[in-house]
C-alpha cells in the first residue's frame, strides 16, 4: 500500500503539480492569442516577446521594491511590481497598435501581413528587452519558495516521497482563475465584452450595430497585454526569466490556441492543459513510478522516458499536426477568418 | 527600373570597395561570402513569398538540413563508430518505418473508431520497439572515441555533391509539412514551419550520433585550395614579394622574413575567399537565370495568378493546393543548398549557431526590403541587409557611446549599454522591416510591372 502511495505522489509531484500550474501558464498565453486572433484576426507572432517585455518590466520593479527594502513577505515581491508590468505592456501595445497595426487596418491588408508586422515588432522587443536586461538568465522569485516542501509532507505523512508545492506554483493557479473568471464576466456581463463577442463574430454587422472599433480594438489590446503580462511573470516566477525562452514558448501558445480552436477563450484554458500535461507526462522518466507500482519488475538500465527531454517542443508541434489532420478547426470550432 | 537595380548595385559596390580600403580585403570578403549565401537563400524565400505569399517561419530549420547533408556526405565516415552501432541502427529504423507504414495503411483502410486507435496503438508500440534496438545502438555510437568523434561520420564524397542533395533533403522536409498544413488557413502553414524548424534544430543539437551535436563537427573538406598548403607555394611567395617589393624594401633585413610570412598568410586566406565567392557566385547566378526564367514563363504567370486570388484561379482549373506545395519545396530546396553551402564554407557543422533570429527572420527582412516578388531585388536585400547587419555592430557600439558621452566612464548604466550594444542590431533590423512594410511595402527594387502586371489581370 505504502508503495502505491509513494508512487502516485511521485507522479503527482513530477508531473501533475508542474503540469497544472504550466497549463495555466500557457492557458493565460493562448487566450491572449485568441483575443487578439478573434478581434484584430491575425496570429500575433510578438506574442512571446512581449510577454518578456512585461516580464521584464516587472522584475526592474521587483528590484526596485527590493532595493527599498518592501516586501509581501512570503508572497513573491513580484507581486507588488506587476501592476507596473502590466501598464507598460499595455502602453506599448497601445503604441504599437497606434503606430503599427492602424495602417494596416485602414488599408484592410491580408492577415499575412498583420503577421509580417507583428513578426517586426517581435524583432524590436526582442532586442529591447535584451538591450536593458540582458540575454542571461535572471531569477527574481523571492518570498517563501514552498507552500509544502518536501520535508514537510514526508514528515507529516511517513512516506518515502515527498510532496512539494511551490508558492510559485500555488500563486499560478490562484492567479489564472481570477483572471479567467474576470475575462469571462467582462465578455459576458459588460457593454464593452458583449461589443468585443459581437465584433469577433461578425464585425460588418457589429459595426453596422454601431459598435466602435476603436473601443473593441483598444479594449482587447488593454486585456491581451495584461494577460501577456500575468502569464509572462507567472512563468518567469515559476521556472525562471531568460528572454530567449519567451520566444520558445510562442508554440506550445500556438499549439494551446489551435487545439482549443482559434478565436474561442474557453478552448485556449482546455488547449493549454492538453499541451501542458501531454508535454511533461511524455517527458517524465517513469523508472521510479513504476518500480513502486510493480516493485520487482525488471526495467534494466532505462528511464521509462518516451520522449527525451530536449524534444518537447516536438510534442507542441505533433499535438498540433494531429489536430490539423483530424480537426482542423480544433476541439470546439474555430472561427474562420 | 533597369537603370535603378544598376544604381543600387553600384552603391553596394562602393560599399565594399571601402570596407576593402578603409577596414581588410579578408573582411570584404567574408562578407560577400556570407552576402552571397544569403542572397542564395532570399531567393528561396522569395520563391515562396514573393512569388505564392506562403509564409514560412522556419527557414531555419530548412538551412540546418541543408547543412547536416553537407556533413554527411563530406565528413569521412568514422568505421569504428560504424562497426559498434551500425548495424543496430540501421534495424531500429526498418522497426521504425515498419511501423509507420502500418499504421499509415490501417489509417486509410480503416473507418469509424478503429481509423485512429488502431493506428495510434501501432505507432505507439513501433515506437517503443524502436527505442529498444535504437537506444543500445546509439550509445554505442556516441561511446566510441567520444573526444575526437562519437558520431558515425559521413560518405566522406567531395563535399560539392552535398549542395544538390540538401535541396531534395529540404524539399523532402517541406513536402511533409506542406501535405499538414497547406490549404488551411495562413497562419497555421506559418506555426507549422515554426514548430517544425524548431524541432529540426533541436535534432542536429541532441542527434549526437548523426551530428556529434553541440560539440562540433569539425574537419570537413573543402572544395576549395587548402590555404595552408598555399602559403608553402613559390609562385605565391613570390607574387606576394613581387607586389610587395617597396614596403618590404624599406623594412630592416631582419624583419623581412616575418612581415613576408605574414603578407603571405593574408594573401592565401584572399585567394580561398575568392575561390568560394566564385562558387556561390556560379550557384547564386545559376539559380537567379532560374528564378527570372520560371517568374515570366507561363508557370510563374500562373504562380502569381494563384497568389493574387486563389479562388478564381481556382475557377480556372488550376491546382491551387498542388502549386503551393510545390512552390514550399522549391523554396525549402533552395534554402536547403544555401544551407549546405554555409556549412561547407565554415568548414564544420556548428548545431548551436542555428537560432531563428538570424537565420528565419533576417532572411525575411531581406526579402521585404529587396522587394518581394523580385528576383533581382531579394538578392540586393540579401546583399544590403547582411552588410548592415554585419557593419551594424560597431554602428551600435558608436551610438551607444555617442548618446552616453555625458555620462562618466564608470556609470552602470553606460557600461550595462556598451555591453549590450550588440543588440541594437536586433533593434535596428526590427525598425527596418517596419518602415519598410509601412512606407515602401513594394521593396527597393519592386516586382517588373509590365507583362506580369497585364497577366495579373486575373486577380484585379
Known sequence: MDNLLNGLVLFLNFVVVPATSYGAQLALGALGVNLIFGVLRFSNFAHGDTMAFGTMLTILGTWALQSVGFSLGFLPTALAALPLGIVGTILFCLAADRLVYAHYRRQKAAPVVFMMASMGVMFILNGVVRIIIGPDERNFADGERFLISAQQFKDATGLLEGLTIRTSQALTLAVAVAAVLALFLFLQRTRTGAAMRAFSDNETLALLCGVSPKVVIRTTWIIAATLMTVAGVLYGLDKSFRPFTYFQILLPIFAAAIVGGFGRPVGAIIGGFIVAFSEIALTYAYRKVVLYFLPGSDVGDSLLQLVPTDYKFSISFVILVVILIIAPTGILKAKSS | ?460
Not at chain 2, 530548412?62 to 541502427?89: C, K, M, Q, R, T
Open chain 2, 1 to 460: 527600373m533597369m537603370k535603378r537595380a544598376v544604381q543600387l548595385y553600384g552603391v553596394l559596390t562602393i560599399l565594399f570597395l571601402l570596407v576593402g580600403f578603409l577596414q581588410s580585403w579578408s573582411v570584404a570578403l567574408a562578407t560577400l561570402n556570407l552576402c552571397l549565401i544569403s542572397a542564395v537563400m532570399a531567393l528561396g524565400v522569395n520563391i515562396q513569398w514573393g512569388y505564392a505569399g506562403l509564409f514560412n517561419a522556419g527557414i531555419m530549420g530548412f538551412a540546418a538540413i541543408g547543412g547536416v547533408v553537407a556533413l554527411l556526405v563530406g565528413h569521412a565516415p568514422v568505421s569504428g563508430a560504424i562497426e559498434a552501432g551500425g548495424v543496430g541502427l540501421a534495424l531500429s529504423f526498418i522497426v521504425l518505418a515498419i511501423g509507420i507504414v502500418a499504421a499509415v495503411i490501417l489509417f486509410r483502410y480503416l473507418k469509424g473508431v478503429l481509423k485512429y486507435a488502431l493506428p495510434a496503438v501501432v505507432l505507439i508500440v513501433g515506437f517503443v520497439l524502436f527505442r529498444q534496438v535504437f537506444v543500445p545502438a546509439r550509445q554505442a555510437i556516441e561511446a566510441y572515441d567520444p573526444a575526437a568523434s562519437g558520431f558515425m561520420g559521413g560518405l566522406g564524397l567531395p563535399i560539392l555533391f552535398s549542395w544538390p542533395l540538401a535541396g531534395l533533403a529540404a524539399a523532402g522536409a517541406a513536402f511533409l509539412v506542406g501535405k499538414v498544413a497547406l490549404g488551411l488557413r495562413s497562419d497555421y502553414l506559418a506555426i507549422a514551419t515554426l514548430g517544425i524548424s524548431e524541432i529540426i534544430v533541436a535534432m542536429v543539437k541532441n542527434e549526437n550520433w548523426l551530428t556529434r551535436g553541440v560539440k562540433n563537427a569539425t574537419g570537413l573538406p573543402q572544395p576549395v585550395p587548402d590555404g595552408r598548403l598555399l602559403q608553402q607555394q613559390t609562385w605565391l611567395v613570390d607574387l606576394v614579394t613581387w607586389m610587395n617589393r617597396s614596403y618590404l624594401d624599406a623594412l630592416p633585413a631582419t624583419e623581412q622574413t616575418a612581415a613576408l610570412r605574414l603578407l603571405v598568410a593574408e594573401a592565401s586566406s584572399i585567394i580561398v575567399k575568392l575561390a568560394f565567392a566564385g562558387l556561390f557566385a556560379a550557384v547564386l547566378a545559376g539559380l537567379l537565370a532560374l528564378c527570372v526564367f520560371a517568374l515570366s514563363s507561363p508557370w510563374g504567370r500562373m504562380i502569381r495568378a494563384i497568389r493574387d486570388n486563389e479562388t478564381a484561379a481556382g475557377a480556372m482549373g488550376k491546382n491551387v493546393a498542388w502549386r503551393h506545395l510545390q512552390i514550399l519545396m522549391l523554396g525549402s530546396a533552395i534554402v536547403g543548398i544555401a544551407g549546405a553551402m554555409l556549412v561547407t564554407l565554415d568548414g564544420q557543422l556548428t548545431p548551436a549557431a542555428y537560432i531563428p533570429l538570424r537565420y528565419t527572420f533576417l532572411i525575411w527582412v531581406m526579402v521585404i526590403v529587396g522587394g518581394s516578388g523580385s528576383n533581382v531585388g531579394s538578392v540586393f536585400g540579401a546583399f544590403l541587409i547582411w552588410f548592415v547587419w554585419v557593419q551594424s555592430e560597431p554602428i551600435g557600439y558608436w551610438l551607444v557611446k555617442m548618446t552616453t558621452f555625458w555620462m562618466s566612464d564608470t556609470s552602470l548604466i553606460r557600461t550595462h549599454l556598451l555591453q549590450q550594444a550588440q543588440y541594437f542590431r536586433v533593434l535596428m533590423m526590427g525598425t527596418i522591416l517596419l518602415l519598410v512594410l509601412r512606407f515602401h511595402p513594394q521593396g527597393f527594387l519592386p516586382e517588373r510591372p509590365g507583362r506580369s502586371r497585364q497577366s495579373r489581370g486575373v486577380g484585379e
